[in-house]
């Protein structure tokens, strides 16, 4: 199986900044996409970056320019850099990953979610 370990979430003041950390790990696996999403309280969980092996970015709007996504392969972490950070930030930031892993004795698709990682943004 594989598993996500968010780290780095905490409490920052407005116009602060934040980094989140996810680390993958397991055996025989290999991921495609990894991304964040975040889930405020009484609202919907939402997407706020992803990242693939490629390089491929992709932002909510209501994050671009502030935060940033990045990846390190060889160590199947994806980070989450943001800046310029919104009471209207506050939420739990999930981790996820796509791709594919091996189980008996054949490939099967993979998707992850880490257990999510708390940002409060006081104003």
């Known amino acids: 199986q594989v598993q996500l370990v968010e780290s780095g979430g905490g409490l920052v003041q407005a116009g602060g900044s934040l980094r989140l950390s996810c680390v993958a790990s397991?055996?025989?696996?290999?991921?495609?996409?990894m991304g964040w999403f975040r889930q405020a309280p009484g609202k919907q969980r939402e997407l706020v970056a992803t990242?693939?092996?490629?390089?491929?970015?992709n932002y909510a709007d209501s994050v671009k320019g502030r935060f940033t996504i990045s990846r390190d392969n060889a160590k199947n972490t994806v980070y989450l850099q943001m800046n310029s950070l919104k009471p209207e930030d506050t939420a739990v930031y999930y981790c996820?990953?796509?791709?594919?892993?091996?189980?008996?004795?054949?490939?099967?698709?993979?998707?992850?979610w880490g257990p999510g990682a708390l940002v409060t943004v006081s104003s």
């Open positions: 990242i693939t092996s490629g390089g491929g970015i």
């Open positions: 397991g055996s025989a696996f290999n991921i495609n996409s």
């Open positions: 996820n990953a796509d791709g594919i892993y091996f189980s008996n004795f054949r490939y099967r698709n993979l998707e992850v």
